[in-house]
């Protein structure tokens, strides 16, 4: 107990004395999800309401195969990527591998099923009717899709929130593809790992703390929206 009091004390001594090291990782992690969530959001969001709007041959394989990458592990994805932008890879000339763009690019993989496969579920649960009604009144089909998702934003939220809930806590895939250098691609997972390892149970403590206050975050906001869209 005293060395795990000792943990917890370094850790929160850690993170308000704004220790450099702790706050480069949170920084770092908080880039690279964030512009994989950005990536997942811009594709995924219309790709699933395009999914649940339209009547195609097809369309219900298609369908399962989004919601079987909903669960995707992410070491498969993470093994994918790897051999993508290795040296004898088809995208090796891109130089990625270990760097944060490759962990970037394994995180909007695992985060685009789940943003696109919940944003289908969402406007699928619309009124079916009510599309050919916007359509009739002279809405153009832009405008209607548009006003589909405003109402289903709540479902959308729930999509954003979760992809960035899904990335920001993976350790697998990054620690393949990113190698965990210190400086350079070390993010609040792999440095989890890595100072657990080593017995550096005071930084692991304070950036667990952090994980979870961003996990806390998410959660809180999705409630607020909630209670909002309930009001």
Known sequence: MGEFGRGIWEGLRLIFGGDAEVWRIVLLSLW?????????????????????????????LLIAMVYTGMGLPPVVVGLFVYLMLSRSGPAGILGWLFTPWAMMLAQAIIAFPLVMGLTLSAVKGIN????????????????ATLTLLKEARMGVIVAVIAGMGGIISEV?????????????????????????????????????FILLSIAFVLNLALLRLQGRSLD
Do not use: D, K
């Open 172 to 208: 697998g895939a990054v620690m393949m593809v990113g190698g965990n250098i210190e400086g350079h691609t070390r993010v609040m997972t792999t440095a989890i790992v890595l100072e657990t390892r080593q017995g550096q149970y005071s930084h692991a403590i304070a950036l667990s």
């Open 128 to 143: 079916p009717r009510l599309r050919p009604q916007l359509v009739s009144l002279g809405a153009t089909p832009r405008q």
């Open 32 to 60: 690279v999800s964030g512009m994989a969530l950005l990536f997942s959001m811009l594709s995924g969001i219309p790709l699933g309401a395009w999914i649940a709007l339209s009547r195609f041959p097809g369309r219900r």
